[in-house]
């Protein structure tokens, strides 16, 4: 059964955050014992209210809350006010995640070892290394049921993927496949199996796919050891006069602030909502925001190269029917700077419906060029680029002081400015899609400019030396002994894989690294 | 319509073939199939709007299709994306000053270049132009940016252009055709 905690009750685990991190650290915890407080700070919507419907579903779970961009990235130019496309809601992001499942690869985590120095970009490697990780991985792939691992099948192919597959083999690619999908391809853990809907990023209706929402935090709610607190949106963490942070403060659903008293609190608040807190939690102790002594804090902000192709051919394809992202092409995700570029990147499958490719085709287009391609919809085939972006240091997180939310805090400016390794990687990665769809028979290709970003990464940033960034190989912040980073704000690099098995596998590690400093009270 | 380059037609897919397999009745197919929607509008409809008045409409069912052209949809369906403008243009007097100055506008551009109003001009290609020089114009980014809902959000245009939309109700793509790619 649920459990249920007072606000002054100054001995649990404060989580803020239930998505890929927040949701599996929360539900981790509880299951070890341990009083835990989850604040989510959108609705607790569940599987029926999901709807197969783009837009009603979009403005139903999205973080809508007002945000700026600026930069030279094209994002800012098409949808100025919505620099990335995540969930609010319990369950964060898990709810829209397609579901891709990639361990990052050993070379990446030594990013700066690996590309050495490049003008502009502030590598660094991982304090942790892929062996590190792996028994975490391991843990991760068997709790969100990833195809192609534990002797699970992988995911039949749709028309959409079969096109890939047939362009693939045309290019000489080796590798590839329906991908390490965490969805079922079989009934598993009390849920059933893909039921090829489609609408993956809209709410999966059958349960097939992996979601904190209805697989860690009702395993954690049954232990009796964890509260959620739907439409709670924290908006300050609190601290004592030694540095220590004793409790978070967040709106409740009628917009007062409330207090929740902690022993540890643990931020998962994706990779903009995260640094605008430690932010916005500037004291006269820490008057550059908490946890900020490195004034790394809202740095290195990384969302992937990305970009997507999509190709019209003259027969039918149909590539929204079924499972959205379920095939990969992974033959360009090496490191091979004979491309013009360091890092590499993977060609995944990817669907929009007609009222989305509308939107996001070619944003602004209009006229003939435009209707001819709509005209030929069911004609299209689709993929999405999605690669290693370099870490600069004025890619940033920053409070905007001219725009406030609901609560009169300002709002979270995002800058990005694309870095010349990632344009040289976007150039390349364009000409093999389109390549690859010409090779069977595609009489048209389109180079579709990035989406806002679903892969927010790196602002609070993992490093060895605390001058470095905001956090150690825990997540545990250098500055503050007992707070916590839990989301894909600690990446160190982005790495060319899908994120979300990544920040579950450093959820399940931190866990088990809190709760043995907690039994050896040193939280 | 005219001006289109009639090698499109060798490439649209079939329409009638697609709606045979896909199992829509040609009744059952909504406005596209109603005659009455495929004649010009009528004043009477133009009239019935409340906040535009009969010339606006009218401009504006013009333009809507110059912007958006689908030669396989009804004017029933832009009808109703200027049906939508009328009802925020109702809602909001700033809506309804931006829609009727930039109607305006379109006109003084239509005289400047062919010394005739924009909905006079016969050629698709010189209202495309017209419509060139105002595209950076709050006007014509409102009307292009309610169109992509206005146009592409309406399941009576899925049909004609091949989106079948929500499936969970139906059992999922699983039984209905997922991987029934043939032709590779």
Known sequence: MAAKYNLTDDKVVVVIGSGAGGGTLASELAIKGIDTVLLEAGNRWEIPDFENDEWSNFVKISWLDPRSTSGNWR???????????????????????????????DH??????????????????WPITRAELDPYYDRAEKKMGTTGTNGIPRLPGNNNYKVLAAGAAKMGYKNFHTGNMSINSQPRDGRGSCQQIGFCFQGCKSGAKWSTLYEAIPKGEASGKLEV??????????????????????????????LQKARVVC?????????RLLLNSASNMFKDGLANSSGQVGRNYMRHMTGSVYAVFDREVHMYRGTTMAGIVTDESRHDPSRGFAGGYEMETLSLGLPFISAFLEPGMWGRDFTWAMDRY????????????????????????NLKDAYGLPVAN????DHPNDIAMREHAYQQGCALYESVGAVKTYKTPPYPSTHNLGTNRMSENPRDGVVNKWGQTHDVKNLFVSDGSQFTTGAAENPTLTIVALALRQADYIAKQMAAKEL | ???????????????????????????????????ALLATPTDAWAQALTALDAGEVKTLLRMTRDVYPHDG???GIYMKVVEMLDAAAAKDPATDKLLSDGVKELNAAARNRFKKDYTAVAKESDRVAILQSMESTAFFQKIRGDMIAGIYNNPDVWKVLGYEGPSAHLGGYLKRGFDDIAWL
Do not use: C
């Open chain 2, 1 to 35: 319509m005219k001006d289109h380059d009639p090698s499109d037609e060798a490439m649209r897919p079939d329409r009638r073939e697609f709606m045979k397999k896909s199992g829509v009745a040609v009744a059952g197919a909504g406005v596209m199939s109603t005659t």
């Open chain 1, 229 to 258: 607190r739907p439409n709670s949106m924290a908006v300050r963490i609190v601290h004592d006069a030694k540095g220590k942070v004793t409790g978070v403060e967040y709106a409740d659903k009628s917009g007062k602030i409330q």
């Open chain 1, 267 to 275: 931020v998962a608040g994706n990779s903009i909502e995260s640094p």
């Open chain 1, 75 to 105: 994002v800012a130019k098409d949808f100025s006010g919505l620099p990335a496309w995540i969930v609010r809601a319990v369950g964060g992001s898990t709810i829209h995640w397609a579901g891709a499942s990639l361990r990052i690869e």
């Open chain 1, 378 to 401: 069911e004609n299209m085939a689709g993929m999405w680029l999605v690669g290693e972006d370099m870490p600069q240091a004025s890619n940033r997180v920053t409070l905007n002081p």
């Open chain 1, 108 to 125: 990446e985590f030594k990013a700066k070892t690996t590309y050495g120095d490049i003008a502009g970009a502030s590598l660094l490697d």
């Open chain 2, 73 to 75: 949809l009804s004017d």
């Open chain 1, 414 to 417: 995002v800058h990005f400015d």
